[in-house]
């Protein structure tokens, strides 16, 4: 999985204005908010990115060999990626 920084950057927009429309905070500096934000989303894609390769890595470490796509690997990475979510106390 991987989200361009262009992506992350909308995604930081759409967070920081929607806390502002909803006067959960007033920004002094919008500027530093949105830097703020961008380094927030950052930090979640690349957490994602981390558990997307750590379930990928456990799947294929089993020796039945699980083929990508199928509906028994998708169970296995999604049950592999949640596990892996909890224990980082995600």
């Not at 995604?11 to 909803?22: E, K, M, Q, S, T």
């Not at 089993?62 to 169970?75: A, F, I, T, Y």
Request: aromatic content about 8%; hydrophobic content about 35%; charged content about 35%.
């Amino acid at each position: 999985m991987t989200i361009s920084e262009e992506r992350q950057s909308h995604l930081a927009r759409i967070v920081v204005d929607g806390i502002w429309n909803d006067d959960m905070v007033d920004y002094t500096d919008e500027d530093k908010a949105m830097r703020i934000g961008k380094q927030a989303v950052s930090a979640f894609v690349t957490e994602l990115e981390a558990l997307d390769i750590f379930a990928r890595e456990k799947v294929n470490s089993l020796k039945r060999g699980v083929q990508e796509g199928s509906p028994e690997w998708d169970v296995l990475y999604s049950k592999y990626f949640q596990e892996e979510m909890k224990r980082r106390g995600n």
